[in-house]
């Protein structure tokens, strides 16, 4: 069953909390990608993760960093959140070189 | 920014028309990725056209890809209502490995 799972679905956190999104795949993929999507700026690519403890920064890795100690496996960690970091977040993961990327179906996090 | 400015935004057409969404990019890429995002959801890969590939057929849908004027288009023929979501091309800034840079995308409505 060809699945990347995030979790939570939901969050609210307060302004200066810490923020933990988790994300796993079973698919066996090297390549896993964390996006943020905000209403008219379609996906922005925060950092992407080409295997076990190999990040890569993105386009907009500012306030952010990840974690990748296992293959199936790929977080993302806000260090004291701030209310601009309210969005939805997507992980994803491929094979390299090109093939399709599956995406999660998402955590809306709001910071309040 | 790797997209070009006409790319449009949001279109709207009646069941049984035909619509193409065009995309520009700035930067060479060996592959064009199409995706559809359905409200509430990630995105999903609906054609993915290579660069030895002028064009691409999958059911309703057409995708081609010049490559000289770096543009990619997607057409849908006889569109249905279930086709309305939010279109994205990604282009794959890496060669070896999967680096998915998403445009704005164009969000289609089709109504009876």
């Known amino acids: 069953d060809m699945k990347v799972t995030q979790m939570p679905r939901y969050l609210i956190k307060r302004m200066g909390e810490n923020v933990l999104l988790e994300c796993g795949q079973d698919?066996?993929?090297?390549?896993m990608y964390w996006y943020r999507q905000d209403p008219g700026l379609g996906l922005q690519l925060i950092y992407i993760?080409?295997?076990?403890?190999?990040?890569s920064e993105g386009d907009i890795p500012k306030g952010y960093r990840v974690s990748r100690k296992k293959r199936e496996h790929f977080s993302l960690i806000l260090d004291s959140a701030k209310t601009n970091q309210t969005s939805v977040y997507f992980c994803?993961?491929?094979?390299?070189?090109?093939?399709?990327?599956?995406f999660g179906k998402g955590t809306r996090l709001t910071v309040v | 920014s790797q997209w070009g400015e006409e790319n449009l935004q949001a279109l709207s057409i009646q069941e049984g028309e035909d619509v193409t969404m065009n995309c520009s990019y700035k930067?060479?890429?060996?592959?064009v990725h199409w995706y559809r995002q359905d409200s509430g959801r990630g995105p999903a890969l609906i054609i993915l056209?290579?660069?030895?590939?002028r064009e691409k057929r999958s059911g309703r849908l057409r995708a081609t890809l010049d490559t000289s004027s770096q543009s990619s288009s997607l057409s849908i023929t006889a569109a249905q209502c279930e086709d309305t979501a939010v279109y994205f091309c990604?282009?794959?800034?890496?060669?070896?490995?999967?680096?998915?840079?998403f445009g704005q995308g164009t969000s289609l409505s089709v109504v009876p």
């Open positions: 994803a993961s491929s094979f390299p070189g090109g093939a399709e990327v599956f």
């Open positions: 698919m066996s993929h090297e390549t």
């Open positions: 993760s080409y295997d076990v403890d190999s990040n």
């Open positions: 930067t060479y890429t060996t592959v």
């Open positions: 056209i290579r660069s030895n590939e």
């Open positions: 990604a282009t794959d800034l890496s060669s070896s490995f999967s680096k998915l840079v």
